[in-house]
Every structure is written in structure tokens, then in C-alpha cells.
């Protein structure tokens, strides 16, 4: 998108005037843009040194904007994606944490199941299963949220490792809807990131919007890793990314709502490419 509304100063701008923008009006507004067709979340995304000039995006659009979305990365890490079914109606989901994370798969398959090539979340024909659960990958999770409606809303079970089982509906939580009553619940925040910014302390911040809005910080080891995972070479090419985080929020002494992201299993992202 060329052009973009901020609702801080209600004013609509083209990408290449925003970007000319003082440092700091930028960091502030950006977290504020909206799309001029839909007013859906938007963010922006300076010219990047291999020659992709300042744009904006949004996501979700309306039904029937008429404003182009941008295309995500189908293979998400790098380590390619499933190729399963997105609607199947498991009613169990076990969440496969270590999956891509350079730590050994444990995927648990039930005695009259066949190997797990190609099965994955693919049932047999008229195969009605007592126990029918299907294993997922984050960065599936991620694609379901985004991609089919009323997965987040759904009463299918999740079966996360360690942490226990969760009803999708009370585990899913939007970005924008997270706040000081989630502090100390485990659960998966998901939706897009306005922006990323590193502080001094080169502690890599995702923000969701405003200051009011949840943030996650990952330290600069982790940052450094996290880079690498998803081969970019700085925090800019992360507006826009769609993120589904698992973790406990917290809130700082002035209120600021957040969740550290410790464990690189815990989350995924999907970048604007
Ligand atoms: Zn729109």
C-alpha cells in the first residue's frame, strides 16, 4: 500500500513522505497506522538496502477492501512447512514444540497408527478414531489462526508438552485484546507486529501497537539467534510479521504489558516477504 492513515494526528501519508519523517515521530507513529480502505491494522516498512522501497501494509483487511495485502513467506523458518489439511476437524491438537529448534522430534504415535510420513494431520476415509488427535507445528498454528476463521474460537483441545491442555478459544488471545488480566497465564498471543525496535541494552522488542499494548522482549543472544533463524539481517523486516508467542505475560512498574520470550520453541513468526 502506498498510502496509510495514522490515528495519532489523523493524517493520511504516502509511504515516501512518512519515511522522511524525524526517527522519532516515526517509531511513535507507525505503531498508529491504519488502512486507509478498510481501516484495518497497518504497518510500515522503510526501504531496505536491497533496493524495496518505504511501503506500507495491513492486516487484516476488511472483506471487500480494495487494497492489495501482502503476500507472507509460505515456508516460515526456513525449514519448510507442512503440506497438511487445514481443516481437519481433529478435536485434539498436540503441539509439537521441538520441531525446527535443532532439538530432537518427539512425535508420540498411537500403536495402530502408521509411521508418520506424510500422515500428518491427515486422517484415513470414514477413519472415526476413538482418541483422533493430529500433531502441529507452531508455525502451523500460526497459519491456522491466520488463514481459517473461527479456529481461535474453537473448542478443539491443545495438547502443549509440559504445560498442559487448553481449550483454542480460552488459549488464543489477539495481541491487541492482551492485558493485565492475562499476567501470569500461560497462553498464545497472536496477530501482527507493528514493529521492532532494539534498546540499548540490544534487547530486541516486538511491538504490538501502542505503549498500552503488549510488547516481547528477547535478549540479545536470543535476538542474534532468532536473526539467523529467520535469516534477516535487521529489526526492520519484522513489520508486519505475524507472530504467535506462547508465554506468561507480565507488567513492568508503569504498567507497560509484556512477555518475555526466552525459549525460541515457544514462538514463531511469519514474515512480509
Ligand atoms: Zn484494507
Redesign the pocket.
Known amino acids: 500500500m502506498y498510502i496509510a492513515k495514522c490515528t495519532e494526528d489523523g493524517v493520511s501519508y504516502a509511504a515516501v513522505d512518512f519515511s522522511r519523517l524525524p526517527h522519532d515521530e516515526i517509531a511513535r507513529k507507525r505503531r498508529f497506522l491504519v ?1 486507509l ?2 481501516g ?1 491494522p497497518a504497518y510500515f516498512m522503510k526501504a531496505s538496502k536491497s533496493g524495496r522501497s518505504a511501503c506500507f501494509g ?1 492486516r487484516p ?2 472483506e471487500g ?1 480494495d ?1 492489495a495485502a501482502p503476500k507472507y513467506e509460505t515456508d516460515p523458518d526456513g525449514r519448510g512447512e507442512d503440506q497438511e489439511q487445514l481443516n481437519n476437524p481433529a478435536e485434539r491438537i498436540v503441539v509439537d514444540l521441538r520441531f525446527g529448534t535443532g532439538k530432537k522430534p518427539e512425535v508420540k504415535e498411537n500403536d495402530d497408527l502408521r509411521p508418520n510420513h506424510g500422515r500428518r494431520g491427515r486422517f484415513q476415509p470414514g477413519g472415526a478414531r476413538p482418541n483422533a488427535e493430529t500433531h502441529r507445528r507452531l508455525s502451523s498454528l500460526l497459519r491456522h489462526l491466520m488463514e481459517i476463521e473461527g479456529f481461535s474460537q474453537s473448542k478443539q483441545i491443545l495438547d502443549i508438552d509440559e504445560y498442559g491442555e487448553f481449550v483454542a478459544k480460552d488459549f488464543f488471545i489477539p495481541l491487541l485484546d492482551a492485558s493485565e488480566e492475562h499476567s501470569g497465564l500461560f497462553r498464545g498471543y497472536w496477530g501482527m507486529l507493528t514493529d521492532a525496535q532494539l534498546d540499548s541494552d540490544n534487547t530486541l522488542w516486538l511491538n504490538s501497537r501502542g505503549r498500552h499494548n503488549i510488547s516481547f522482549c528477547i535478549d540479545s543472544q536470543s535476538a542474534s539467534e532468532l536473526f539467523n533463524r529467520y535469516g534477516i539481517q535487521d529489526e526492520e523486516e519484522l513489520s508486519g510479521a505475524y507472530i504467535l508467542a506462547m508465554g506468561k505475560v507480565r507488567v513492568s512498574a508503569n504498567g507497560k504489558i509484556y512477555c518475555p520470550l526466552d525459549e525460541e520453541q515457544l514462538y514463531t513468526l511469519r514474515l512480509v516477504r
Open positions: 488502512c480502505g478498510c484495518g495491513a483487511h476488511a477492501c487494497e
